[in-house]
T-cell receptor
Framework: NAGVMQNPRHLVRRRGQEARLRCSPMKGHSHVYWYRQLPEEGLKFMVYLQKENIIDESGMPKERFSAEFPKEGPSILRIQQVVRGDSAAYFC?????????????FGPGTRLTVL | GQQVMQIPQYQHVQEGEDFTTYCNSSTTLSNIQWYKQRPGGHPVFLIQLVKSGEVKKQKRLTFQFGEAKKNSSLHITATQTTDVGTYFCAGSSGGSYIPTFGRGTSLIVHP
């Protein structure tokens, strides 16, 4: 029973390039959440998606960031024209029901470094 | 918006000593969850509290949810080096499915 999978685990990009982060939820989970974590800080919510729908993107910057969760395939967090301030760990979590009692299961994260 | 404060930010203890981290919310919570993140790792779910005044135990860990559902604590008895990591609380309120995470308490256990 595979857990939440994220790839790549480490990603290095130069300023101005694009970063694509992938997340495959646990089997049977249709709710995906993306978080960003800066060093020695907590997790900041970015976006909540269900299959083919963005439910809540209140934590996502309006520009350069986008997310999708297609009917087939993993959820993707896309960062265009990366800047140094985008360097962080990006975690994806999935849950089965999407209600407030749900448990979120986190993936191993993608550590993004922008040079 | 909802804010979740967690103290202390860091805690150094000698192995065998007890440890407590506190979580306070600016709003009444529907529930609170606790996670542990090892250095270089990812958050791992520990427990969820839903009821006012609820107390749950997992071996040496005791979790409490305040009567007003605005604060919570995690207490570890007789710490071990395997307890090292950052402990996060995360609370949801107002019907939101999105938990707000505290900044975490990093526990350092000295052998």
């Amino acid at each position: 029973n595979a857990g939440v999978m994220q790839n790549p685990r480490h990603l290095v990009r130069r300023r101005g390039q694009e970063a694509r982060l992938r997340c495959s939820p646990m089997k049977g989970h249709s709710h995906v959440y993306w978080y960003r974590q800066l060093p020695e800080e907590g997790l900041k919510f970015m976006v909540y998606l269900q299959k083919e729908n963005i439910i809540d993107e209140s934590g996502m910057p309006k520009e350069r960031f986008s997310a999708e969760f297609p009917k087939e395939g993993p959820s993707i967090l896309r960062i265009q024209q990366v800047v140094r301030g985008d360097s962080a760990a990006y975690f994806c979590a999935s849950s089965p029901r999407g209600d407030f009692t749900d448990t979120q299961y986190f993936g191993p994260g993608t550590r993004l470094t922008v040079l | 918006g909802q804010q979740v404060m967690q103290i202390p930010q860091y805690q150094h203890v000698q192995e065998g000593e007890d440890f407590t981290t506190y979580c306070n919310s600016s709003t009444t919570l529907s529930n609170i969850q606790w996670y542990k993140q090892r250095p270089g790792g990812h958050p791992v779910f520990l427990i969820q509290l839903v009821k006012s005044g609820e107390v749950k135990k997992q071996k040496r860990l005791t979790f409490q949810f305040g009567e007003a559902k605005k604060n919570s604590s995690l207490h570890i008895t007789a710490t071990q080096t395997t307890d090292v990591g950052t402990y996060f609380c995360a609370g949801s309120s107002g019907g939101s499915y999105i938990p707000t995470f505290g900044r975490g308490t990093s526990l350092i256990v000295h052998p």
